[in-house]
């Protein structure tokens, strides 16, 4: 039995990181405006981590969209050069 593992799409991957860096902005303001240790050890330590990995949760899909991006470049391209052998093929005159 082979388990595959569902890695979510891009769209929801934003989408994650656009709620986690949302969560962290108001953590890192509330340090400015109480600033008493609570709040700021709060402000550097969860916050940061939040607002990293969603800065890594958003590399991901931009890498992501730009290898899917690369590898429909490369396809297409080999596809047109298979057209144009094809339809060279077909104008060529026969051999005498």
Known sequence: MKL???F???ERLLRI??????V?????VWSLFDPTVWPALIALSV???LGTLSFVIFLVAVARDLH???RLVKETAA???VREAAESAR???PAS
């Open 4 to 6: 595959r593992l569902r």
């Open 68 to 70: 899917l991006k690369r």
């Open 17 to 22: 990181a656009c709620v986690l860096a949302l």
């Open 24 to 28: 962290a902005l108001p953590l890192m």
């Open 47 to 49: 916050g940061q981590a």
């Open 79 to 81: 596809a047109q050069d």
């Open 8 to 10: 979510p799409t891009n």
């Open 91 to 93: 104008y060529r005159e």
